[in-house]
């Protein structure tokens, strides 16, 4: 059973918004257990992070990206999304979800810089 | 966001030594762990190395990280072909609020 799996629209068109959902399975872990993460790869380049999000709410964005990003999580889904909005060209991207940092009761472990597992991740072309 | 420096290429035959350089500052390698991901062309990332030096379980001991200063590295010992791949140098930054700042990338290639 694939931990993560993103879905979403795979065209969306400009000025428009950007969602995708990842699904959580019971390999990829407990879902108020870790933070949840979105980055994306835009074709031919470099990994680019978006954004964590805890279930308690807790979020951190990419400060370049943080007046068109939300994240968001539904644990009773065991899911959590992401919206970008007024999109361009630019973001063109193959998006991934990914497992982020476990926190208990009482602390956090590791770093928000832990990103595994992975999901396939899914490529999302703005165009009209 | 923050970006950390990693050279773009690097090469090296098959058994070589290879090693790459992740250079950021104070504010991120200097003071918070390093992670590694390696990327083979059409999948997902994968975690290599976390907190500087640690491998998860199934990842080759061949794979070593470091971290002095502001700076880090990634060693490839007894370079492979399957090593060819893109690698990643990550770490939270404590500026701006708090951010995850990211190397560019360096492309291992075995010739």
């Known amino acids: 059973q694939v931990p993560l799996q993103e879905s979403g629209p795979r065209l969306v068109k400009p000025s428009e918004t950007l969602s995708l959902t990842c699904t959580v399975s019971?390999?990829?872990?407990?879902?108020?257990?870790?933070?949840w993460s979105w980055l994306r790869q835009s074709p031919g380049k470099g990994l680019e992070w978006i954004g964590n999000?805890?279930?308690?709410?807790?979020?951190y964005y990419n400060p370049s990206l943080k007046s068109r990003v939300t994240l968001a999580i539904d644990t009773s889904e065991k899911q959590f999304s992401l919206r970008v909005r007024s999109v361009t060209a630019a973001d063109t991207a193959v998006y991934y979800c990914?497992?982020?940092?476990?926190?208990?009761?009482?602390?956090?472990?590791?770093?928000?810089?832990?990103?595994?597992?992975w999901g396939r991740g899914t490529l999302v072309t703005v165009s009209s | 966001q923050s970006m950390l420096t990693q050279p773009p290429s690097a090469s090296g035959t098959p058994g070589q030594r290879v090693t790459i350089s992740c250079s950021g500052s104070s504010s991120n390698i200097g003071s918070n762990p390093v992670y590694w991901y390696q990327q083979v062309p059409g999948t997902a990332p994968k975690l290599l190395i976390y907190s500087n030096n640690r491998r998860p379980s199934g990842v080759p001991d061949r794979f070593s990280g470091s971290r002095s200063g502001a700076s880090a590295s990634l060693a490839i010992s007894g370079l492979q072909s399957e090593d060819e791949a893109d690698y990643y140098c990550v770490a939270w930054d404590d500026s701006q609020n708090g951010h995850v700042a990211l190397g560019g990338g360096t492309k291992v290639t075995v010739l």
């Open positions: 999000i805890f279930h308690s709410g807790s979020t």
């Open positions: 990914a497992r982020g940092r476990s926190c208990d009761s009482k602390t956090c472990y590791d770093s928000h810089a832990w990103f595994g597992p």
């Open positions: 019971v390999t990829g872990g407990p879902i108020d257990y870790f933070y």
